[in-house]
């Protein structure tokens, strides 16, 4: 990591503020070259993290902005490195010319995430911390963010980090008996061994299942609008998202296909899909819509089904109502609240309903209480959450390992047998925490960042 790398940190688009970020052994230097300070003092001897106006130029002299700069030195920056950045006006062409200007002066264009991946390479952050920085820079719920802060502090590292010590000092002690038998070391015995086992399996499996509800967390509770055609799904689409995403009519089957939105509701981030009316059709579009309707059903954690409560209840309603009660989290909404005739089909008792009007969108805020009272979070959105796949897998093994050494010890197998158990349950918390995990693994995570982060 010889080279100095350079990158616009913001969005390219005009704004207030942009922001150049330079990370690298010459970063103070490839500065200096670009950047004037105000006054005599040249802007190394102005002090670490002081911001300093002053004006930028291009590699010609030309002047591109006024603005602000200001650096570190290693190892007390985000990366660990001499850092350096330029706040500039929002500017794309001021933004642009300023990254011109520093590639010109002898820093090079950073790879996507190249800032965080040097931090991760100088020990600032661990795996778990760089992963919880693109969590945060994608949370879209406060709950999300709160969970992305908990790990970029090391919430979640320390509990990994503390299952992973347990299991070395099991494995410390073990070979210290092998390796040194004329000292005086209390050989573990198999009661001892299988403690230590099993607090670290049981303290991954809390870990584990808390990755369904992280997952809710990050990418949202997938959700399905269902119903007969006609009942009100568009309408109840549009109303949850605030602006007219489908297409409402009086006419049945508007909604030919599945529609997918996003939308937050009572605080909790939901997966909407309208989907076309569940009914038998001739119509060979409307058919493929209805197709992909149930396979988004099949997918749904939550189902609202949408009554006409102007009609009586027809075999189409029924089918709905069938379609989704195998799920834990359904509400019946009786839609049309407005219309003269309005009534709760007394067919419904027995099921959890709720009064709207989506056309009005009347009636919505017991649904958000309802949708918060199954799925927020509390306070466990604060980095207790396990919310990324490739974690999760990793603890998986490691559960499974430690399962499969538990077992060995039941059926009387030496304790070395035992202890490769545990020894690749150690490999996989490894690849959590990045102590032992593959320069693709990490180029791979480390490619979903945007240039600047």
């Not at 100095?4 to 942009?18: F, K, L, W």
């Amino acid at each position: 990591m010889r080279e100095t790398i350079a990158a616009i940190a913001t969005p390219v688009a005009p704004s207030a503020i942009g922001i150049v970020r330079l990370s690298g052994p010459e970063a103070v230097e490839i500065l200096e070259r670009v950047f004037t300070p105000r006054g005599s003092r040249p802007l190394r001897e102005r002090g670490c993290g002081a911001l300093v106006f002053g004006q930028l130029r291009d590699q010609e002299g030309v002047l591109l902005d006024e603005c602000l700069a200001t650096f570190s030195r290693a190892p007390h920056s985000y990366t660990g490195e001499d850092t350096a950045e330029l706040q500039c006006h929002g500017s794309p062409a001021v933004l642009r010319g300023a990254l011109e200007a520093l590639f010109h002066a002898g820093a090079r264009q950073a790879r996507p995430g190249e800032f965080t991946r040097r931090a991760f390479l100088n020990g600032k952050l661990d795996l778990i911390q760089a992963e919880a920085v693109i969590d945060l820079i994608d949370a879209q719920t406060s709950q999300a963010a709160r969970n992305a802060a908990g790990q970029l502090t090391g919430v979640m590292s320390r509990r990994i980090n503390g299952i992973y010590d347990h299991l070395v000092d099991l494995m410390a002690h073990f070979h210290a008996v092998l390796d040194y038998p004329d000292e005086d070391i209390d050989p573990l015995e198999g009661e001892e061994i299988a403690r230590y086992i099993n607090q670290s399996a049981a303290e991954l499996k809390r870990l584990h299942e808390s990755y369904h509800r992280g997952r809710q967390l990050r990418e949202g509770v997938p959700t399905a609008i269902v119903g007969a055609p006609n009942a009100g799904k568009s309408a109840l689409l549009n109303a949850l998202l605030g602006y007219e995403r489908s297409i409402v009519t009086d006419i049945p089957g508007t909604t030919r296909d599945t529609v997918e939105e996003q939308a937050q509701l009572g605080g909790v981030l939901l997966r909407l899909i309208d989907t076309a009316g569940l009914r038998d059709t001739e119509d060979t579009v409307e058919r493929l819509g209805v197709e992909r309707s149930r396979k988004a059903l099949e997918r749904a954690e939550l189902a609202l089904v949408v009554i006409d409560g102007s009609k009586p209840l027809n075999e189409l309603d029924r089918g709905a109502l069938e379609a989704v009660r195998y799920l834990e989290h359904r509400l019946v909404l009786v839609n049309k609240s407005d219309r003269s005739g309005y009534q709760v089909p007394p067919e419904l008792e027995g099921w959890e309903c709720l009064r709207v009007s989506a056309l009005r969108g009347e009636g919505l805020r017991p649904l958000e209480e309802k949708i918060r009272a199954w799925f927020d979070q509390g306070e466990q959105g604060s980095g207790e959450l396990l919310t990324n796949l490739r974690q999760a897998e990793a603890i998986l093994r490691a559960g499974e390992c430690l399962r499969g050494a538990g077992e060995a010890l039941r059926f009387g197998l030496t304790p070395d047998a035992v202890l490769s158990d545990v020894e690749a349950a150690l490999e996989a918390l490894g690849e959590v925490n990045g102590r032992h995990v593959s320069e693709d693994v990490t180029g791979r995570i480390f490619e979903r960042f945007c240039v600047g982060k």
